[in-house]
């Protein structure tokens, strides 16, 4: 199954008060791995940086200011999202400024039965723990180092694979087990057969043998149980 994981980054907090998209990133995942498509632009939000997003993402108003702005890429944007679902940690916040950009434009709201929300998921699995991505890239042993800062293409990376966890792994171990299956069936096959130390003693007396070949003979030259007393 085809999926997106989706993260954004934004001016602040609330698209309602004038807050902007400056930030799309998206990782094309297919069974849960990732396939290598991406999709990944910088945002012009016609706007200031206030101070405490700089801090949190590092994309100042000078580095936008000559990005396009987001009725350039909508189209390509929807056609690299399709209608496939959409995997967004804390997915209200994404899809509010997703869902804002696309009212500014006339288009067609995003829908939230398309959407998951790996923030949900991680709150039913690990109840009363703290679910930031941080948190869950350290739980399940993802590293991080690359994230000095936030950007909307690592952290979809990154949310992959906490995504993978979070409904079970990626079953790495099963390439193990198929070897070790090998390796015992080899060994079971190698093994010399165990020898009785006196043969079993017949369950047939002579006159039962006499009267089944006698129905044997009537049988005729076909008969397959000739075949397998010749060795054949």
Not at 9 to 37: M, S
Not at 122 to 144: K, T
């Amino acid at each position: 199954m085809r999926e997106i994981v989706l993260d954004t980054e934004t001016t602040g907090l609330n698209p309602l008060t004038g807050d902007r998209l400056v930030e799309i990133g998206c990782v094309e995942i297919f069974n849960r791995i990732p396939t290598g498509q991406t999709f990944h632009v910088y945002l012009n939000p016609e706007r200031d940086m206030p101070l405490e997003a700089f801090n949190v993402h590092g994309l100042s108003a000078e580095f936008l200011s000559d990005k396009p702005l987001f009725a350039a890429v909508v189209d390509d944007f929807l056609a690299f999202i399709a209608g496939d679902p959409l995997v967004i940690h804390n997915a209200a916040f994404d899809i509010g400024f997703i869902n804002a950009e696309l009212a500014r434009l006339a288009r067609p709201a995003l829908t939230f039965d398309r959407v998951v929300d790996t923030l949900s998921l991680a709150r039913r699995r690990h109840p009363g723990a703290s679910n930031r991505l941080d948190d869950l890239m350290n739980r399940y042993g993802i590293d991080g180092s690359r994230r000095t800062k936030h950007g909307a293409l690592l952290d979809s990376e990154l949310l992959a694979d906490v995504y993978a966890e979070l409904c079970g792994g990626r079953q790495t171990a099963l390439g193990l087990t198929v070897v070790e299956t090998t390796v015992v069936l080899a060994e079971r096959q190698s093994a010399a057969p165990l020898q009785r130390p006196r043969p079993l003693a017949p369950r047939l007396d002579a006159a039962q043998v006499a009267t089944h070949e006698a129905f044997v003979a009537t049988l005729g030259d076909s008969a397959i149980w000739k075949d397998y007393a010749a060795g054949e």
